[in-house]
C-alpha cells in the first residue's frame, strides 16, 4: 500500500493536467456540434418552425442564427460555429435535443462553459467507474484518464466539436455499474430503463442490446433478461413523454426517422473526419457494404456468445458483480463494434465507444501488447507524429485495424466460460 500511494498520486497529477489541457483545447475551440444542438432546442416549437427536420427550414435558420451571432453576444466562438452552420444538418433524435432544452435560455458563451465542464466531469467518472467494474486499480484508472485526455484523439475531437460521446460513454459506465447488481435486483430494471434512454439518445447502441440479450439468454440468466425488459419499456414510455412534452407530440420521432431515412451517409467523406471501414471500402472501391458488414460481424458476436454459454453452468456465483460486468461490458463491446466497423457514417470522436471493451481486455496479461497498439492506433497522433503519417486513408485504415483488433479480442472474452 505504502509503494502504491506515490504511483497514485503521480497518476492523479498526470490525470488533473490532462483534464487541464483538454479544458483548454475546449477553451479554444468554437464547439460546432455544440452550437448546432443548442440552435436547434431554442427553435424547438416556434411556430414558425413546425420541425426541426423541416429542411427547408434549415438554411432559414442557419441564416437568422448567424446574423444573430453578431448582435446578441459578443462571442467569436459563437460566430465561428454559426459560419460553419449555414445550413442546419438536425441528425440527432428528438430525446437528444429535448435533453438540450436547458441550454436554450443561457447566451453560447455561459452554455458551453457549463457543457464542457459536465462533459469532461463525465468522461473523468466513466473512465474511474469502468477501469473499477474491470477490477483496474485506482492508479491504472487515472493513468488510463491522463492518456485519453492527452494523446487520443477521439476524445480531443469531441472535446473541439462539443458532442455528446463522454456524456454517452458515462451513461454506459452507469449502466454496467447497475446492471452488474444480483440478477434479481431491482437495479436491474433500472439498468434496463437506462439502456433504453441511451439508445433513444444515440441509436449506435441498438446492436448491442441484441447482443447483451443474446448474453443473458444463452447464460440462463432469464430473471436479468426479464427485469432489464420491463425497465427498457419503462425507460422507452418516460423518454417519448420528455420528448412530447418538449416538442408537442410524439410527431418529431416520425419526422427525425423521414429526415434519416433521405440523409445520404455518402456525402460525408472520409476528409471530414468520417473514419468508419465500411466508408474506408467505398471510398476505395465504391461498393456499400454496410449491410453484409453489420451481418457478418453480429453473426461473429453471436457465435461467440453461444460458445460461452457454458459459464452459466460452470460457474455457482452467476450474480456477483465483477462476473456480471465483465459479461456485460464484453457484450456490451461487441456489439458497440458491430456498429462502429459496419455504419457508413463514423465519426472520430465515436470511437470513444471502443473504451469499455479496451479496459475489459486490458485485464488479460496476455493481450495487453495487442491492446495497447491497437489504442495507439486508434489515437492517431502518437502514430501520425512519429512516423509522419498524415495521409488520412493511410490514418483512416490504421484506426480500422484498431478498431478489429479490439473486437477480436472482445469476441474472445464473450466466447470464453469463467471457471
Not at 431554442?42 to 435558420?61: C, F, M, T
Request: charged letters at 15%.
Amino acid at each position: 500500500m505504502r509503494a502504491a500511494a506515490p504511483a497514485t498520486l503521480l497518476a492523479a497529477v498526470l490525470a488533473a493536467a490532462g483534464l487541464v489541457q483538454a479544458w483548454d483545447l475546449g477553451r479554444r475551440s468554437p464547439g460546432i456540434d455544440f452550437y448546432q444542438f443548442w440552435v436547434v432546442a431554442q427553435v424547438i416549437g416556434r411556430a414558425d418552425v413546425p420541425s426541426i427536420y423541416a429542411e427547408e427550414a434549415h438554411p432559414r435558420l442557419g441564416a437568422e442564427f448567424i446574423r444573430r451571432s453578431l448582435t446578441d453576444e459578443d462571442s467569436d466562438r459563437r460566430r465561428a460555429a454559426a459560419r460553419v452552420w449555414q445550413t442546419l444538418e438536425p441528425t440527432a433524435t428528438p430525446l437528444l435535443y429535448a435533453a438540450f432544452r436547458p441550454f436554450a435560455g443561457l447566451t453560447y458563451e455561459r452554455a458551453r462553459l457549463v457543457f464542457r465542464a459536465l462533459s469532461l466531469a463525465a468522461l473523468a467518472a466513466a473512465v474511474v467507474v469502468l477501469a473499477r467494474l474491470m477490477g483496474h486499480s485506482a492508479t491504472t484508472a487515472l493513468l488510463m484518464l491522463a492518456l485519453l485526455t492527452v494523446a487520443f484523439r477521439p476524445v480531443k475531437t469531441d472535446v473541439q466539436v462539443g458532442n455528446v460521446n463522454a456524456l454517452q460513454l458515462a451513461g454506459i459506465a452507469a449502466y454496467l455499474w447497475l446492471s452488474s447488481r444480483r440478477d434479481e435486483s431491482r437495479a436491474q430494471a433500472g439498468a434496463g430503463a437506462l439502456l433504453a434512454g441511451l439508445v433513444l439518445f444515440k441509436p449506435n447502441l441498438l446492436a448491442a442490446v441484441a447482443v447483451l440479450a443474446a448474453s443473458w439468454a444463452a447464460r440462463g440468466r432469464r430473471l436479468k433478461l426479464a427485469r432489464q425488459a420491463v425497465g427498457a419499456i419503462a425507460g422507452v414510455v418516460v423518454a417519448l413523454a420528455v420528448t412530447a412534452a418538449v416538442f408537442g407530440s410524439l410527431a418529431a420521432w416520425r419526422e427525425w426517422l423521414e429526415f434519416m431515412s433521405a440523409f445520404p451517409p455518402a456525402k460525408i467523406p472520409l476528409r471530414y473526419g468520417n473514419v468508419g471501414l465500411a466508408r474506408l471500402v467505398y471510398e476505395l472501391a465504391d461498393v456499400h457494404l454496410t449491410p453484409w458488414l453489420a451481418a457478418v460481424f453480429l453473426a461473429a458476436a453471436l457465435v461467440c456468445v453461444w460458445m460461452g454459454r457454458r459459464a452459466s453452468a460452470a460457474d455457482p456465483e452467476v450474480g456477483e458483480p465483477t462476473r456480471a460486468a465483465l459479461e456485460d461490458t464484453a457484450a456490451l463491446g461487441a456489439g458497440s463494434f458491430v456498429y462502429l466497423l459496419s455504419s457508413p457514417l463514423v465519426w472520430l470522436h465515436y470511437l470513444q465507444l471502443v473504451l469499455p471493451a479496451a479496459l475489459l481486455v486490458l485485464r488479460d496479461s496476455r493481450g495487453r501488447v495487442l491492446v495497447a497498439a491497437a489504442l495507439v492506433a486508434i489515437a492517431i497522433d502518437p502514430v501520425a507524429d512519429l512516423f509522419q503519417m498524415y495521409d488520412l486513408y493511410q490514418q483512416a485504415a490504421l484506426t480500422v485495424a484498431g478498431v478489429l483488433t479490439l473486437f477480436v479480442l472482445t469476441l474472445r472474452e464473450l466466447a470464453r466460460p469463467r471457471p
